[in-house]
């Protein structure tokens, strides 16, 4: 029996896989960067870096394979996308090279290490604004005139929008604040669990704001979330929300060490869910669908073969880089 697999469906799940893996991993380094002016200088901030530095520059390896991606299976979208959001990208390639700047040169020039904090939290707090404000400017509509941006420079700026980049904001500083929880000893864990605390409740009020003001863009997200009988599936997003909202909050009262990161992770991929919800099939709301944008059947197929090996890799060395960094660490390294 033959079967014909649906390569876009396929191709669709890939992207979303690597974006949901950057944002996962690379959100809690920008998280910290984030938070970085709320630690103190000397050995919290010490700590606080070391807890990443293993890490880091690899969990951006999901960035390029998300965008690289995008554009070999999904060419239509990335040429609609990328002009739409021509500043956002530049800020966010800006800040992601300050803030990988500031980290190498901040162990290399004490001298000038302020300078190079500074670097590192501004460039983080940028590149996820725009990451975020890009959410939202693709979850609003993007003008599309001939197959091509039909819009103009500042289209991506809106109210929407920029409540989707405070709401990343915030959610990045919970991965932060609850990974420097799990890695982190001393007056930094301490400082870490306040701070997650109230990074966990700015990122349920942000959800749930962003979550209000979605359905009211477009007709369809509206049908997809509250028309019978999809709402009996789709209710069950929020209730889980829920759920793992009041597991954190008991994590946190026990003093759990790892478990406050794992279910932020958790609160994460529920609202990939629901952004999948919202979206799909779309990749560029409400005009083009996948198979709108998709590459030819045999681009797919060739791309599929590399990716099939390449993924496996980077997943291998990936875990093998946190296993062997697993333990706490202190402002000399890891331990």
């Known amino acids: 029996m033959a079967y014909d697999f649906d390569l876009t469906i396929v191709w669709a799940f890939i992207i979303a896989f690597a974006i949901c893996a950057y944002v996962v991993m690379d959100g809690f380094d920008l998280g910290i960067g984030i938070l970085f002016p709320a630690f103190q200088v000397g050995e919290e901030r010490d700590q606080a870096m070391n807890a990443i530095a293993p890490v880091w520059d690899g969990n951006e390896t999901w960035l390029v394979l998300g965008a690289g991606g995008l554009f070999a299976a999904f060419p239509t979208a990335y040429a609609i996308i990328l002009p ?14 300050f803030r990988g700047v500031a980290f190498e040169f901040r162990w290399r020039d004490p ?9 590192f939290a501004v460039g983080s707090l940028i590149a996820a604004m725009a990451q975020g404000t890009t959410l939202g400017a693709l979850l609003q509509g993007i003008v599309v005139r001939n197959g091509a941006y039909g819009g103009g420079w500042l289209d991506w700026l809106s109210p929407f929008s920029l409540l989707t980049g405070l709401a990343l904001v915030i959610g990045y500083a919970l991965l932060g604040s609850t990974w420097l929880l799990w890695k982190t000893e001393g007056s930094t864990h301490d400082h870490a669990r306040r701070l997650a605390t109230y990074a966990g409740g700015g990122t349920l009020v942000a959800l749930a704001a962003v979550s209000a003001a979605t359905p009211f863009l477009h007709n369809a997200y509206w049908q997809r979330w509250f028309a019978l009988p999809g709402v009996l599936l789709t209710a069950q997003v929020p209730l889980l929300v829920a759920i793992v909202a009041g ?9 759990r060490h790892r478990a406050p990161f794992l279910l932020a992770l958790a609160v994460f991929f529920l609202g990939f869910i629901g952004l999948g919800i919202s979206m799909y099939p779309y990749v560029i709301p409400p005009t083009i669908t996948i198979w709108d944008a998709a590459a030819p059947r045999d681009s797919q197929v060739f791309m599929l073969v590399g990716t099939a090996i390449i993924i496996p890799i980077i997943l291998v060395y990936t875990g093998w880089a946190y296993w062997v960094f697993r333990g706490k660490v202190d402002a000399h390294g890891y331990h």
């Open 84 to 97: 739409a959001t021509y500043p956002l990208m530049i800020a966010m390639l800006l800040g992601l090279v």
């Open 111 to 119: 001298r000038h290490r302020p300078v190079w904090d500074v670097a």
């Open 247 to 255: 597991l954190f909050v008991a994590a946190i009262r026990r003093g």
